[in-house]
């Protein structure tokens, strides 16, 4: 259940198409679900407006696709799945809507929500070798209701092609800068953009790049305001973060 269908459930009361005490019964219906392997929170959406997720890193197949399973039958029918392998989405019991993004490592169970504003989120990356981590964060923030666009490739190395881009950033309500490297594409967006700048540091870099270490330090010592800085390789945390912000009131043209 998400904020939504509490919303259905209270206009119904305020119809008068629907009992307080049927209303209440679907609202008390188990907030959690215990199964072997994990316990789930099922009024995850209530209260943030995105229901639970499932982390597919370090899960075996078969509990990816028993957690799942359970998720949509227990009335959540959009259902993400992160760092799922693709050997992890052949073995899917595909008796329910399946989706996998070989890409940015990404299941769907079910469809994505409709975008709700007409602002867009922009995903840009330093280079070509950030794109799994971007392909995370555009389809998480797609699938969570968001029109999403992109701009691969246009790190600061040949800083005309990201500015080839400039209308397209002016415009946008959210932007997600990714690189590795140095990570100094955040901060040059950042000095164009007037929304929120949320940077990902990849771990794509020789040596001294220390595994996203060397980005993530120059992403969190950015002289641009605006600018803030999730986790090495977090795709998803900052696709989520950016749909939370692209669907605040208020929304831009």
């Keep these: 259940m998400d ?12 119809a008068g198409s629907l009992s307080t ?5 679907k609202l008390k219906l ?5 199964l072997d392997i994990a316990t789930l929170d099922m009024h995850r959406g209530v209260r943030q407006g995105a229901s639970e997720v499932i982390y597919g890193a370090g899960k075996t197949p078969e509990q990816i696709d028993i957690i799942a399973h359970r998720l949509w039958e227990s009335g959540q029918k959009t259902v ?11 073995a899917f019991t595909k008796d329910i809507p399946f989706t996998y993004y070989r890409e940015g490592r990404i299941g769907l169970v079910g469809s994505m929500i409709p975008p709700r504003t007409k602002g867009y989120i922009l995903v840009a990356t330093g280079g070509t070798s950030d794109i799994p981590v971007a392909e995370e964060a555009a389809l998480t923030a797609q699938i969570m209701g968001n029109h999403v666009e ?11 092609r990201l500015l080839a881009h400039t209308e397209t950033i002016m415009r946008a309500r959210v932007i997600i800068a990714i690189a590795g490297m140095e990570g100094a594409l955040a901060s040059v967006i950042g000095g164009l953009a007037d929304c929120p ?3 990902v540091p990849t771990s794509v870099g020789y040596g001294t790049a220390l595994g996203g270490v060397t980005a993530l330090l120059s992403m969190l010592n950015s002289c ?3 600018v803030s ?5 977090n795709g998803f945390g900052a696709g989520y973060l950016a749909s939370l912000i692209n669907n605040m009131e208020g929304e831009k043209e």
Excluded: C, W
């Design 3 to 14: 904020q939504q269908e509490v919303k259905a459930i209270l206009n119904q009361v305020a």
């Design 21 to 25: 005490e049927d209303a209440l019964l």
């Design 30 to 34: 188990a907030p959690f679900e215990e």
């Design 80 to 90: 993400l799945i992160t760092r799922m392998k693709e050997s992890a989405a052949e």
């Design 150 to 160: 992109r701009i691969y490739d246009v790190g600061v190395a040949g800083i005309h």
């Design 197 to 199: 700048v949320i940077a």
């Design 224 to 226: 641009a305001s605006g």
């Design 229 to 233: 800085v999730v986790n090495i390789d």
